[in-house]
């Protein structure tokens, strides 16, 4: 895997999409982030907020299972922010 983003490079990221997952207790971000990628073009980054701790490493071995582009975190008031870019 790829080494994350930086929180200054992940600030300068143009999203294609937001999910809004938090409250949503594993595997419900996930579930999110399946659904979600689809909505973005194949180079497009898709953006999960969760207030579920476990969310970001959920998604970042889904993005590399499945062969997308897993970006790193940024924390955010009370959740966080996963980026993914859509490689395919």
Known sequence: M???LTDSE????TVGKVVDARGSACPGPLLEAKKGIGAVSIGSVL???SSDPVTKTDIGAWSGKVGHE???FATADGYDRVF???KK
Do not use: D, K, N, S
Request: glycine share 6%; proline share 0%; no cysteine.
């Open 10 to 13: 992940l600030a300068a990221v």
């Open 70 to 72: 897993f970006l790193g």
């Open 84 to 86: 993914v870019r859509r």
């Open 47 to 49: 953006e999960i907020w």
């Open 2 to 4: 790829a080494t994350a």
